[in-house]
Each structure stands twice: as structure tokens, then as C-alpha cells.
């Protein structure tokens, strides 16, 4: 039995493909046996991570002329996770340019049936994020719990583009939250931390697409290093009690 990861939201720029590589390297460093597939025909950034080259699988969707998407290719991605290794951990990173895409293919094929017909264990993950985003993040979560509504959601909070909070309610109290309370798993949230120090550090290792081990273990100022530490013993902390391994 596998447990394969989704992380899917419709709006781009909000932590989706940091949440993916985060999660790759958690379940790297807790020694399963852990596989990647990127399915962005935009921003590649799971594929990106050359220290984990050989595990990720970048799964090119786009038709020959290049412009549209061909949703059959989604049809090597299904066989692979249907057929995936017992007690592997798989994640698939989704660009904001193919979430409907995506999401079409796997209701149209029955995809999260499949693979739990196979004795998957199957997660969707979505971000919710502050700011002016927040709206629309609230919205791509609506949109997975109505169009999936047996699955497994993992909600990821991410507060860095400003507070969640909307006409003056906490995020538990949001409407569209408290009717879909029962369908949420687990609730992540990221740590908030100087924007100007561990903000920068974090921009800069995903820039050069490092792991966390290569920031803490590499050439970076003792600082950084420190920062990168403790940021990331605070993130694998946070999605262990989520008991989504």
C-alpha cells in the first residue's frame, strides 16, 4: 500500500510547490521509499531539485503543438500511482496552469476510486493562504471538497502574505471552514518567521532549488544556516502530527 499526496489549488504564487518539495524531503528523511511527479508545464519545480533527480518523474501533459493541454497523458501518471510500490510515499506536484485540467481527469476517471481500489491510501493537499489571495484559495478549497467528496483533504495554512482573516472571523470560523469541518484531515500550518531573515532564506534555497539538508549542510553563514535548522525541524514536527505518513 502506497500513500500518495495531491497538492492541488487553483491559484498560483501561494506555496504549492514549496509544500510539494517539503513533503518529498520529509519522507526522504524519514527513509521511505519516496517518489515525485511534476505535472507544472509552466514552472517546473519539483523536477528542478537535482539532489532528488532520479526519484521525480516530470510528466509532460501539453499537446504536440504545444499550446493546450492533452489530458490523456494524465493516463501514465494514474498507471504508475495505480501500480506504486507498497509503503511508498508519492507526491505530485499540479501547477496552477493545469489544476482544472487535472482535477477533470482525475473525476472523469474515476481516479481516486482506482487507487483505492489498488490499497492506496490517497491525500489531497490545498493551500490557504492570507492577504488578497485569500479569497480565492478559499475557493479552491470549496471546489476540491465539493468535487471530491470522499477524499481525504490536508489543508495547508500559510499566513505569509498576511493574516487569515475575513470580516473580522478567525479561520475556523470562516463559513465555507466550519461546513467542510468534517472534511478536512488535518490542518497544517506553516511557521511565521522574519520575513527579512528566514523570509530571505527560504527564497533564495528554493530559488537555487536546494533541500533544506544542502542549506544547513552547505556553504551558507552560520545564520542561515541555524534559520534553515530550526525552520525545518518546526516544518517535519508540524507534518508528523498530521499523521499523514
Given amino acids: 500500500m502506497a500513500t500518495i499526496h495531491f497538492i492541488l489549488q487553483g491559484k498560483g504564487g501561494v506555496g504549492k510547490s514549496m509544500i ?5 524531503q520529509c519522507f526522504i528523511e524519514a527513509d521511505y521509499n519516496t517518489y515525485g511527479y511534476d505535472t ?5 519545480t519539483l523536477s528542478a531539485f537535482t539532489e532528488y533527480k532520479s526519484s521525480i518523474t516530470q510528466i509532460d501533459i501539453m499537446q ?7 489530458s490523456r497523458k494524465f493516463d501514465l501518471l494514474l498507471e504508475e500511482l495505480a501500480n506504486a510500490a507498497e509503503d511508498s510515499q508519492i507526491v505530485i506536484d499540479n501547477g496552477a496552469s493545469s489544476f482544472i485540467a487535472l482535477g477533470s481527469y482525475i473525476a472523469d476517471s474515476d481516479m481516486l476510486g482506482i487507487l483505492t481500489d489498488a490499497g ?32 481525504d483533504i490536508v489543508v495547508w495554512k500559510n499566513p505569509y502574505f498576511g493574516k487569515l482573516e475575513l470580516d473580522n472571523k478567525q ?9 467542510n469541518q468534517n472534511r478536512i484531515y488535518a490542518t497544517i500550518e506553516l511557521p511565521v518567521g522574519n520575513k527579512d531573515l528566514i523570509g530571505k532564506d527560504l527564497e533564495l534555497l ?17 545564520a542561515v544556516k541555524s534559520r534553515l535548522k530550526k525552520y525545518w525541524a518546526e516544518i ?10
Avoid: Y
Avoid at 517535519?236 to 505518513?245: E, G, L, T, V
Fill in 171 to 179: 479561520f475556523d470560523d470562516f463559513k465555507v471552514i466550519k461546513e
Fill in 64 to 70: 504536440e503543438d504545444g499550446d493546450n493541454i492533452d
Fill in 236 to 245: 517535519k514536527s508540524r507534518i508528523d502530527s498530521a499523521c499523514i505518513f
Fill in 120 to 151: 492506496h491510501n490517497v491525500f489531497l493537499h490545498t493551500v490557504i493562504t492570507g492577504g488578497q489571495a485569500l479569497l480565492d484559495t478559499l475557493n479552491g478549497f470549496n471546489k476540491l471538497v465539493s468535487n471530491f467528496p470522499t477524499a
Fill in 20 to 24: 510539494a518539495s517539503m513533503l518529498f
Fill in 206 to 222: 528554493f530559488a537555487k532549488k536546494q533541500s533544506f539538508q544542502a542549506g544547513i549542510n552547505g556553504s551558507n553563514p552560520i
Fill in 40 to 44: 507544472d508545464p509552466v514552472n517546473k
